[in-house]
């Protein structure tokens, strides 16, 4: 070591401010790992400096779980899961599994399941297509949880995509973009999403595609918002972005399902509609009352002039649109108030 940078050293370690050209020194040595640290004088407290800690957003993901909701669709599972087999080689993953749940299958559901390197659980009976996910994401091991329905209109393609949109991110909705169904799905799907986008604030593509990358962790602390149907990825999606976690769109291609669906159009359609209606009094309360609110405030002045400019009075409509409407406007700030409780125990690792 040269006498100047010896020279560097004790005047750092020492306290002695340096040079410009002790700086220089200094600043090839922190290169180089070799730069001493001062030892604390006897008696004196150490004032340790923290070390810088980078907490890189765009994290990779290693774990991974892919849960399979299926029912009766032993025409579409060999293939779909040799494709899923060839998306998890190429994904090069530490850890990764496959979970179908058979919810009541008369078919080889579970049978092709087992021989397709899944592992099969299996219900009695059919209890819903979201009561099989929600099984699912309890049984899952990975830290990320890939939803996929059994029918094979979600190509496994896409996972690698939805793998690297997930970096900074705590979900990513595959997005039909209210493609790929028969005319009254695609527009009965585009006026649920512009209802959804306006209870959440956030524009929704596609608001029921069940074809999604989500934190295991986060889907765990709302699975028990999951319904047992198939509108359970209108719950998770309203959830999500009304709870202010990270939510990404990725569009993609639907392809056609061998078999037929087991989607009612208007039973699930009237349900959407109900559990939309639900999320938004559950953690956006006031965008549902300040409106009705708003508009019984209006009939009540409307209905108020028109009785003063022709009668000259103030009639007992008025007083009870009037009233009714402030009412559901003060319900609206309770629940408001209500929902703000109920955000502080919704995760446990505050993601």
């Not at 006897?42 to 980078?54: C, W």
């Not at 047992?228 to 990404?248: D, E, K």
């Not at 938004?280 to 009785?307: I, N, S």
């Not at 649109?321 to 108030?337: D, S, V, Y």
């Amino acid at each position: 070591m040269s006498a100047a940078t010896e020279n560097s050293q004790s005047k750092l370690v020492h306290g002695t401010t340096p040079g410009t050209d002790d700086r220089d020194v200094i600043v090839g040595l922190m290169a180089t790992g070799d730069l001493p640290v001062a030892s604390p004088a006897p008696g004196s407290r150490a004032r340790q400096t923290p070390a810088i800690v980078v907490d890189d957003p765009r994290e990779r993901i290693t774990s991974l779980t892919i849960v399979m909701p299926a029912r009766n669709e032993a025409l579409n599972l060999r293939t779909l899961l040799a494709e899923v087999r060839d998306e998890l080689d190429r994904a090069d993953l530490e850890f990764a599994e496959v979970l179908v749940i058979d919810d009541g299958s008369t078919d080889d559901t579970a049978r092709l399941a087992a021989e397709g390197g899944a592992r099969a659980i299996t219900h009695p009976h059919s209890l819903g297509n979201g009561a099989a996910v929600k099984r699912g994401i309890r049984e899952a091991k990975g830290e990320w949880i890939l939803l996929l329905d059994g029918d094979g209109q979600h190509p496994p393609r896409e996972l690698s995509a939805m793998i690297e949109l997930a970096r900074g991110h705590d979900m990513v909705v595959a997005s039909r973009g209210g493609r790929g169904g028969s005319v009254h799905r695609n527009l009965a799907n585009r006026i649920y999403s512009k209802f959804a986008s306006y209870v959440s604030g956030r524009h929704i593509p596609d608001l029921t595609s069940g074809f999604r990358l989500v934190r295991a962790s986060i889907a765990k602390d709302l699975v028990w918002l999951l319904p047992n149907t198939f509108s359970y990825p209108t719950t998770i999606t309203m959830s999500m972005l009304r709870g202010g976690w990270s939510v990404a769109f990725h569009p993609f291609q639907v392809r056609e399902r061998k078999g037929k669906s087991h989607i009612r159009l208007f039973s699930d359609g009237s349900r959407f509609f109900l559990i939309i209606l639900r999320i938004a009094t559950m953690f956006a309360p006031l965008r549902v009352f300040l409106p009705t609110a708003l508009a019984f405030a209006a009939l009540g002045l409307g209905w108020y002039a028109y009785t003063w400019a022709t009668t000259g009075r103030f009639t007992n409509m008025a007083v009870m649109l009037l009233g009714q409407a402030t009412l559901l406007f003060a319900l609206g700030l309770i629940a408001e108030q209500i929902a703000a409780l109920r955000f502080q125990n919704l995760s446990r690792d505050g993601k």
